[in-house]
């Protein structure tokens, strides 16, 4: 993976744990690169000489509890430049394998540019989606309310905002008007990396 793409990975795990963090979350870095912070700086080939299990290299990036820790969650991160169907194809392939090691997985998703322009809310730059694992349909998005669709046929205002998955975020002061449209400001930010590469 190149320097940009690692810098938008890091940035983007950076903001979602600093939003949930800041709604009284706790939150636990799990991927590979934060178990084993050498594999960070491996060549692919030397990575996958490694030959680590497919649990362990799929690790998702958080486990996110609530202040009580009665409700959790595992949540993998990824950012893109924006939301189409070339890019909804490529996490697919992406995520296949991550999904169907860890089943059910949350899939928090930033975008540099809206998917709806001139729209700015913070639900057309991130969205989050409960990603299932079925032997006969592949992934699956499921809805709050259960309801599921072939990650194929799902669309951007089908995924969730932040504050539907993790409730405490939307009762918090000022949250709505703070913390999630400085999150947003950020990760809109990450897309001018572009011009460096």
């Keep these: 993976m190149n320097y940009t793409s ?10 979602l744990k600093s939003l949930l963090e800041d709604a009284g979350y706790r939150i636990v870095p799990l ?3 934060a ?19 497919i649990q362990l290299r799929k690790l998702p990036d958080f486990f ?10 595992l949540v993998e991160v990824k ?24 089943n059910p997985l ?10 709806e322009e001139p729209y700015t809310s913070p639900a057309y730059h991130m969205r989050i989606v409960k990603l299932v694992w079925d032997a006969q349909d592949g992934v699956l998005t499921e809805r709050m309310d259960g ?10 205002n089908h995924f969730l905002r932040v504050q539907d998955v993790f409730n405490e975020c939307a009762s918090h002061e000022k949250w709505e008007e ?13 897309k001018d990396l572009d011009l460096f590469t």
């Design 79 to 102: 950012y893109r430049k924006q939301w189409n169907e070339e890019t909804q194809n490529s996490l697919e392939e992406e995520i296949k394998e991550q999904v169907t090691a860890w």
């Design 64 to 73: 996110v509890a609530n202040h009580a820790i009665d409700k959790t969650w």
């Design 31 to 33: 991927g590979i690169e």
């Design 106 to 115: 949350f899939l928090m998703i930033f975008v540099g540019r809206s998917v």
């Design 178 to 190: 703070q913390t999630i449209e400085k999150t947003k400001e950020l990760a809109i930010t990450l």
């Design 35 to 53: 178990v084993l912070r050498e594999v960070a700086s491996l060549s692919k080939e030397d990575y996958l000489r490694l030959n680590l299990p």
């Design 147 to 156: 309801q599921r669709c072939r990650w194929k046929y799902s669309q951007w």
């Design 6 to 15: 690692r810098l938008k990975g890091s940035v983007t795990q950076v903001l």
